[in-house]
């Protein structure tokens, strides 16, 4: 069965900091990778995804994510933060459908991201 | 591109009724998820749907739980008894064919009193 670990519940950084957002997986073969952002009492946004190619991906809001398969991670990084990035940040994986197609994902408990100014 | 609408945004119902939730995908998507969010938790799949047809359902979705998405375009969650544990953010999504990205909606926050 597929699982999402994100190992920090909450993490607290300064305004300007970088920041990295860890996320571990298990899952019988290369799956699809995300990661969501969510506001309070909001839905959730798509803010990049890997399905193969450059292990390196770009998402908006000036994220980006590197897969490592030999250590079935998929963290989230972001060099300088600002105070708008406060939120909840989801790690999730699905299935790799021949279509190409999103299938259901698993997704992890989240992690709350706090901004100090 | 008007987005995933839901509706209600908020319901507050009292144990042992029923209650039906609304999604309206973004028109061209042939794929319809339902997901459930409990407080301090990710989402959890329930159900998803390609055009009308229901593909598959989460064991979570016990026989209380019932989704429909007739002529594969709106979708609807109807919850019969309600249970206090049922109380949770009722999300849905939508994605296009041959691709792997979903658009969520806002939700449906459920309290059972």
């Known amino acids: 069965a597929q699982s999402v670990t994100q190992p920090d519940i909450h993490i607290t950084v300064s305004e300007g900091a970088s920041l990295e957002l860890r996320c571990n997986y298990s899952y019988g073969a290369t799956p699809y990778l995300f990661w969501y952002v969510q506001s309070p009492g909001q839905g959730l946004q798509l803010l990049l995804k890997y399905f193969s190619g450059d292990t390196l991906v770009q998402g908006i809001k000036g994220f980006e994510a590197e897969f490592k398969r030999s250590q079935s991670s998929f963290n989230l990084r972001k060099p300088s933060v600002h105070w708008s990035d406060a939120a909840e940040y989801f790690c999730a994986v699905g299935p790799v459908e021949v279509s190409g197609t999103a299938s259901k994902l698993t997704f992890g408990t989240g992690t709350r991201l706090q901004v100090t100014l | 591109d008007t987005g995933v609408s839901q509706d209600p945004r908020h319901k507050i119902t009292k144990r042992g009724q029923n209650v039906t939730f609304r999604c309206d995908p973004i028109s061209e998507h042939n794929r319809l998820y339902w997901y459930r969010q409990t407080l301090g938790q990710g989402p959890e799949f329930l159900t998803y749907f390609q055009n009308e047809a229901q593909l598959e359902k989460s064991r979570l979705l016990s026989d209380r739980f019932s989704a429909e998405r007739p002529k594969g375009s709106f979708s609807t969650l109807e919850i019969q008894r309600t249970e206090q544990g049922d109380s949770a953010m009722y999300l849905c999504?939508?994605?296009?064919?041959?691709?792997?990205?979903?658009?969520f909606g806002s939700g449906t926050r459920l309290t059972v009193v």
């Open positions: 999504a939508s994605s296009p064919p041959g691709n792997y990205g979903y658009t």
